[in-house]
């Protein structure tokens, strides 16, 4: 089965930095879809970023970016210019079908004024 | 905006109870799934349903159930609600295609059965 994990349980950042999540996972498939998804305290957990495994270049969405290697099965999640609104729980997700979405632990992320 | 909305955000019952769990989304998805998520544990799925009448167990089907009935409605019951079902329910939707797609969730139900 596959697996993602997760190993950042806290991260924190002061604003206007970056800071990188990390995020491996474990699969025998060569065409999947990688997910990165966000938790705001109390509201609706919505997505952030997606990448297409047989697409080499990296998904941006505006301070959002990934860094992901296939060959090493990580796909990290850089949140550039860190602002308080960016604190939340962030989980990262694999999903090879479309009913079979597995996520990770959660990156508990703590933004400093 | 695809909305998905759920009953309770809250809820608390007492144990061997039976609790009713709805969620509607608005966007004429096909699939609609229920998480449960815990600390350390991430979300894990527990029924999916991708048409009117259908269902699919997940990693984590035992001591639930679920209905759809109507394509915009999935309701999870707890047949007997005991002390390890509290947690965060979380419902999500998704259209169907062929391949994997993003999915919208609702703003989640915290359960304590006491």
């Known amino acids: 089965a596959q697996t993602v994990t997760q190993s950042q349980p806290e991260m924190s950042v002061q604003e206007a930095e970056t800071v990188t999540l990390s995020c491996t996972y474990d699969?025998?498939?060569?065409?999947?879809?990688l997910f990165w998804y966000k938790q705001p305290p109390s509201r609706q957990m919505i997505l952030v970023i997606r990448?297409?495994?047989?697409?080499?270049q990296n998904a941006t969405e505006n301070r959002f970016s990934v860094n992901f290697q296939k060959a090493a099965k990580s796909f990290s999640l850089k949140i550039s210019d860190s602002q308080l609104g960016d604190a939340a729980m962030y989980f990262c997700?694999?999903?090879?079908?479309?009913?079979?979405?597995?996520f990770g632990a959660g990156t508990r992320l703590t933004v400093k004024p | 905006d695809v909305k998905v909305t759920q009953s309770s955000r809250y809820l608390v019952k007492r144990t061997g109870e039976k609790v009713f769990l709805e969620c509607v989304q608005d966007m004429d998805h096909e699939n609609m799934f229920w998480y449960r998520q815990d600390p350390g544990l991430g979300l894990r799925l527990i029924y999916f349903s991708y048409d009117v009448k259908m269902k699919e167990k997940g990693d984590i089907p035992e001591g639930y159930s679920v209905s759809r009935e109507k394509k915009e409605r999935f309701s999870l019951i707890l047949e007997s609600a005991s002390t390890n079902q509290t947690s965060m329910y979380l419902c999500?939707?998704?259209?169907?295609?062929?391949?994997?797609?993003?999915?919208?969730f609702g703003p989640g139900t915290r359960l304590t059965v006491l």
């Open positions: 699969t025998s498939e060569s065409d999947y879809y």
């Open positions: 990448q297409e495994a047989y697409k080499q």
């Open positions: 999500a939707s998704s259209p169907w295609r062929a391949t994997a797609n993003e999915q919208f």
């Open positions: 997700a694999y999903s090879r079908n479309n009913n079979d979405m597995r």
